[in-house]
Every structure is written in C-alpha cells, then in structure tokens.
C-alpha cells in the first residue's frame, strides 16, 4: 500500500511540473479501482477532456478555459488532501495481477555513428500492439505483468558507455485500456564493441512504493 505521506507531496510535484492530466492517471493508480476517490477522478477526467473539446472547437476562450482549470485543479487537490490510509487498503491486495504485451524493437546491429530508432510498446492486449506499425526481423513481443502506469528504460550500462540514446517521451506513462502506449529511443553507436543497450520495464506503481519489488525484464 502506498504511504500517503509520500504519495501526496509526489502527486502536487506532478501536479506543478506535468500538469493535471499525469496527476489525475497517477492518482488513480494509487486508489482501488470502482472506490468512491477512484470515480471522482473519471469524473474529472470527463471534465478534463469536455473543457479542451471545448476550446478546441472554439466554443470557449483561453480565458474561460484557465478558469476551468483552476477549478479541475482546486477539486482535484480537496480529493488529494481528503484521501486516508483506509481509501487506497485495498489498492495493494484487492486486485488481481493486471497482464499484458510488450513489444520492442532494438537492432541487433547498428551502424557506427549512424542513429538508429528503437520502439517499445506496452497494451493490455497483444492485437493492439501490431497497429500502425512495420515489423522488422528485430520485433520481439513477449507476456508482462503491467500496470496503470508504466516506466520504461533504454540505458547502456557500461562504466564508458557506447551508446548515446536520447527520446522525446517521458519515463513514465499512463497505459491506456483500448490501445498501445509507446515509447521511442534514438540510438548512436559511437564505440567498437557492440552489446545492445539495456531495456527496463517497471511497474511505476510498485517501483514507488517499494524499489525491492520493480524488476528489470531483460536487458
């Protein structure tokens, strides 16, 4: 079970840092799906994506739509702050192991000096995981335990590393039910030796409360 004395002051940084969206999937993480906090937040949700419709279609101004947000924010953090130890009990132990697919693709050689592209994905199911996409002689799909939110990891492990990988999406991600969640890395190799760089999955969930319970898939 997570600590609320930890959880909360982590959900406000989210909250300043990210934005209500990414406070909003990681709260909901955190409390036993079909509570009554749990429900409040798809409440909020709705709200969320009613009001950026709204705007995007041009039926209210950015003036408006501050407004609206001030206000999702200011529910969100009575939610946040009302929540006790006996609102996420059965976060922990009263829910079955949620199972899924990943699937990545990494070289099993690359170019020296020459950038190459990687993709992992993560869905609930494994169909999802073949939309929109080109599969390759490298493509791997295998069975994972996964969670509402995710986090993914390329890293070369290596003391002088002969990688240099850089991504544009977060560490962290809200898996959604109906499609994949992915992430894509950019990867130069700049040394002589070649060992693919390491992949590392963690249930984000888990890792926060105790990092003795992540585990690394492969790598």
Known sequence: MADLNELKPGIKDI??????????????????????????????????????????????????????????????LILL?????????????????????????????????????????????EAALLENIELTRDTRIKDVRIAEVMEVELIDPAENPAFSIRTFNRTEQFIEREEYTEWLFFVKESGS??????????????????PTRSARLFG
Not at 45 to 73: F, T, W
Not at 81 to 86: A, K, N, T, V
Not at 92 to 102: D, I, N, Q, R, V
């Open 81 to 125: 702050e009302s929540l006790e130890d006996s609102d996420l009990e059965s976060a922990a132990g009263g829910k079955e192991p949620k199972h899924g697919s990943l699937l990545y693709q990494i070289p099993g050689r690359m170019e020296l000096e020459k950038e190459a592209r990687c993709r992992v994905r993560i869905a609930y199911d």
């Open 193 to 210: 030796r070649y060992n693919p760089p390491h992949l590392h999955s963690l249930d984000s969930s888990l890792f926060r409360e105790s």
């Open 15 to 76: 909250l300043i840092e990210q934005g209500l969206r990414p406070a909003l999937q990681r709260l909901k993480a955190a409390v036993p799906e079909g509570s009554k906090a749990y429900n409040e937040l798809i409440l909020l949700e709705a709200d969320l994506k009613d009001a950026n419709l709204k705007m995007v279609r041009g039926s209210i101004s950015q003036e408006d739509l501050d407004v609206k947000y001030n206000q999702l924010r200011e529910r969100f």
